[in-house]
């Protein structure tokens, strides 16, 4: 029996639950002169919309001036579809949603395919490898690991920017000044415990993740030197 039309597909349905989910974890509308997304409004950032633009073949525009219909269009589109989040039984389609619009959806999905055991080619299939796999791998534990490998992305990042702390301090002339990334070790904490809230997920960080991410943002509001 085929698709009613003019009803919401099962796609629609699972966007409709997850984007407001991940709303609640992004900010507002601002910029940081720390983030290298430059102005956002709710997690869409102006590279957001001139891709969309290009696609669609749209007249460049501001993400200052963003409507809300575009910003669904485009979270649509370049996060939750291209990572195949429809394809994942929920809280997984969240889950990996709020991760794809945080760092990519390639990435994301990456993660999630290393964890489950299967190619990680960064695209997920309707009935494909992944989704087998997932299923198999139990879709509950898949989410508990892949908020652990989001939460090790962020603390990549930030010794990353430590060490390149570091090499401008003895080549000041020759780099410029690193973005200190441990500004947002607090924020990319909490939304990967708001996240599992979210969904309804027992989960917490580990004890020696948890320890470095509270004292790097210490340290940073401290006004502390990157170690």
């Known amino acids: 029996m085929s698709q009613d039309p003019s009803l919401p597909s099962p796609a629609d349905l699972a966007f409709g639950r997850c984007l407001p989910l991940t709303d ?3 900010g507002g ?7 290298n997304g430059g102005y956002t409004v709710t997690g869409c950032i102006q590279s957001d919309l001139d891709e969309y633009n290009k696609i ?3 007249a460049p525009s501001l993400i200052e001036k963003i409507t809300e219909p575009i910003r669904r269009a485009i979270f649509r589109e370049l996060y939750f579809d ?16 709020q991760f794809a619009v945080n760092k990519y959806p390639s990435f994301a999905v ?8 299967a190619k990680a080619d960064g695209q997920i299939s309707e009935n494909g490898e992944t989704v087998t796999k997932c299923a198999n791998f139990g879709f509950q534990k898949a989410c508990l690991l892949l908020l652990n ?31 200190d990334q ?6 990319w904490l909490n939304r990967c415990i708001n996240a599992a809230s979210l969904a309804d997920l027992t989960w917490t960080p580990g004890p020696s993740t948890l320890a470095f991410l509270n004292q790097q943002h210490e340290n940073f509001k401290a006004g502390i030197p990157p170690a």
């Open 110 to 117: 990456k993660e999630l395919q290393k964890i489950v055991g």
């Open 29 to 35: 509308k601002g910029k940081d002169t720390n983030d």
């Open 56 to 58: 669609h073949g749209l």
């Open 82 to 97: 291209r990572a195949g989040c429809a394809f994942l039984q929920a809280p997984l389609d969240f889950i990996l949603y």
């Open 149 to 179: 490998s989001q939460l090790s992305l962020y603390v990549e990042i930030i010794r990353a920017s430590n060490s390149a702390f570091h090499a401008w301090l003895g080549a000041h002339d020759d780099l410029e000044k690193p973005h």
């Open 24 to 26: 609640r974890l992004e």
């Open 182 to 187: 441990r500004e947002f070790a607090d924020g």
